[in-house]
């Protein structure tokens, strides 16, 4: 009974995580809106560096050759869901990057 209920505490403790984040798996199709560059979505997927850092590697560069954009290059952020796009909080996602993710200059 005892390790039944831990079983089932740590199972919604890992949910909870995975929600708080925005439910972002590594690979998933994503689209973004970003700052710096010409305006309009681009289309591509999550991707996390060995440092730990959430990159969207974008399906085809930006006319300034962008291949890769850092969370804190990102204005918007939407998940593929089934046929549609869901908004995604990138204030949730950046709470859970490690802090040198969201400098300048980061990879």
């Excluded at 952020?77 to 549609?84: N, S």
């Amino acid at each position: 009974m005892k390790r039944t209920a831990a079983f089932l505490a740590i199972a919604i403790a890992f949910v909870a995580l995975a929600a708080h984040a925005g439910d972002l798996a590594k690979d998933t199709a994503v689209r973004i809106e970003g700052s710096g560059i010409e305006p309009g979505w681009f289309e591509g997927k999550e991707f996390i560096t060995s440092e730990g850092c959430t990159m969207v590697k974008l399906a085809k560069p930006t006319t300034d050759g962008y291949t890769m954009l850092a969370l804190i290059a990102v204005a918007k952020l939407q998940k593929k869901d089934g046929a549609a796009w869901r908004d995604l909080s990138l204030k949730d996602l950046k709470a859970h990057e490690p802090r040198q993710c969201l400098e300048e200059g980061s990879d």
